[in-house]
């Protein structure tokens, strides 16, 4: 069994910042990818960032320049630094990991942290 598990999400002004973190934990092997998706009311889950294990980066259009991915591949650990944020910006965020053999892999996902971009 796989637990991710997020933080860092709140109530932010236009202009400020957050920085997301979620900790990967319990049965898995091979970490190929860990991301973050977003999902606002009444919009379908958007991917917003991932980072490989070789450490490449891919971010949505919206957020590139704005947003920064990270891993602590030691603790199993993924932050999304998030700048200069706008009320579009407001979702819930979940953390990814995919893992697993390149035959076989495998998906877990996080419960989510809720991000508001309000004045």
């Known amino acids: 069994q796989v637990q991710l598990v997020e933080s860092g999400g709140g109530l932010v002004h236009p202009g400020g910042s957050l920085r997301l973190s979620c900790a990967a934990s319990g049965s898995f092997f091979d970490i190929r990818a860990m991301g973050w998706y977003r999902q606002a009311p009444g919009k379908e889950r958007e991917l917003v960032a991932t980072?490989?294990?070789?450490?490449?980066?891919s971010y949505v259009d919206s957020v590139k320049g704005r947003f920064t991915i990270s891993r602590d591949n030691a603790k199993n650990t993924v932050f999304l630094q998030m700048n200069s944020l706008k009320p579009e910006d407001t979702a819930v965020y979940s953390c990814s990991l995919t893992w697993g053999t390149i035959w076989n892999l495998r998906y877990s996902w996080g419960q989510g942290t809720q991000v508001t971009v309000s004045s």
């Open positions: 980072i490989t294990s070789a450490g490449s980066t």
